[in-house]
């Protein structure tokens, strides 16, 4: 069983930035992608960024330029760097994990941002 922990929410000004990490335990075999999703207030969940297990990234297109995701596989964890923030960006942050066969959410992380 794989278990996923945020952290790095928090209140932010515009223009500011956040760091969210998604630690992992657990054995993580078949891994196919890692991600973070969002969901704001009263909207459905939103990819926001990716990276497969070969290392390529994707984003959606409200983030680029804006969010970088990367991984330390060592240290088994997942992270996506947010600058420039926008309260557009307010939501709760998922981290998510594909593996062949299953499926993991964290409990997610609130972001907020606003002046």
């Known amino acids: 069983q794989v278990q996923l922990v945020e952290s790095g929410g928090g209140s932010v000004q515009p223009g500011g930035s956040l760091r969210l990490s998604c630690a992992a335990s657990?054995?993580?075999?078949?891994?196919?992608?890692m991600g973070w999703y969002r969901q704001a207030l009263g909207m459905q969940r939103e990819l926001v960024a990716s990276?497969?297990?070969?290392?390529?990234?994707n984003y959606v297109d409200s983030v680029k330029g804006r969010f970088t995701i990367s991984r330390d596989n060592a240290k088994r964890t997942l992270y996506l760097q947010m600058n420039s923030l926008k309260p557009e960006d307010t939501a709760v942050y998922y981290c998510h994990v594909l593996v062949i066969g299953a499926a993991y959410w964290g409990q997610g992380t609130q972001v907020t941002v606003s002046s």
């Open positions: 657990g054995t993580i075999s078949g891994l196919l992608v």
């Open positions: 990276i497969a297990s070969g290392g390529g990234t």
